[in-house]
């Protein structure tokens, strides 16, 4: 197969993936020892992210006409890329997470549902909390002065029958 055959393949490989995806987050890992890179694919792997390293010619031509467009411009270096596929922002938390103990792992740039952000950005988006646990909050928002309502309720009803017994 010629080379360019080869790559083409590999072109292919990274655009099924991001037609796929909900965000895509570019990093900057070098430095990281091979524990700590085991240690963190096996953090996205268990999350369902996809995290690989391409070559930034490969990335370059994978995002073009795609929402992922934006991150043409953060293709300099060695670069890994981790792709989501369900929640969004779960790649940026668990790597953003990491990087405070691992000083060497930095945020280049990330796109997330269409929106290109840089790394200064992708800090910000990386402390949003997941769909879940803003629902959840929510939800126990909702149940406090609920629970308080039914008391309240309760107390009312218990005193009515003393007064009709009167």
Known sequence: ???VEQ???????????????T?????????????????????LREAGVDY???K???MNFA????????LKDYFEGPSAIAICYEDPTVAAAILNKFMKDAKALEFKAGVIEGTC???????AVADIPSREVLLSRLLGSFQGPMASFARVIKAIAEKQPEAAEA
């Open 1 to 3: 197969m010629a080379k």
């Open 7 to 21: 790559k083409q393949v590999i072109v292919n490989e990274i655009k099924e993936k991001l037609e796929k995806a």
């Open 23 to 43: 965000s895509a987050v570019l990093v900057d890992a070098r430095g990281l020892t091979v524990e700590q890179d085991t240690k963190l694919r096996k953090q």
């Open 52 to 54: 690989k390293v391409y």
């Open 56 to 58: 930034n010619t490969m």
């Open 63 to 70: 995002v073009e006409g795609t929402q992922f467009e934006g």
């Open 117 to 123: 952000y840089d790394a200064k950005g992708m800090a």
